[in-house]
């Protein structure tokens, strides 16, 4: 049952660093370089989806929902391969 609990634990350790990257680069591709690098989820998010749904309309809404899960997942199953290579 513990080694269950720490597979949970590290894929959301790996699903919130996941996040927090996202946001980050999201924040810095869309930003002038004068501008410096800050952590606003909300407006990252938005840029993220109306460059999207600009470029596709509802299909970019489905297609960028489905990437950012997809990111989501990877970011998890990234933290559970640490897991299971610090615990060895």
Known sequence: MSSRRNKNVFGSVGIIFGSILLLLIIDY???PDNLPLSLKPIESI????????????T???ILGGLLLIGYLVLCYFLG?????????
């Open 46 to 57: 938005q840029t993220y989806f109306f460059s999207f749904a600009f470029s596709s309309g």
């Open 80 to 88: 559970v391969w640490v897991q299971k290579v610090f615990s060895n």
């Open 29 to 31: 591709s869309s930003k």
């Open 59 to 61: 299909i970019g809404w």
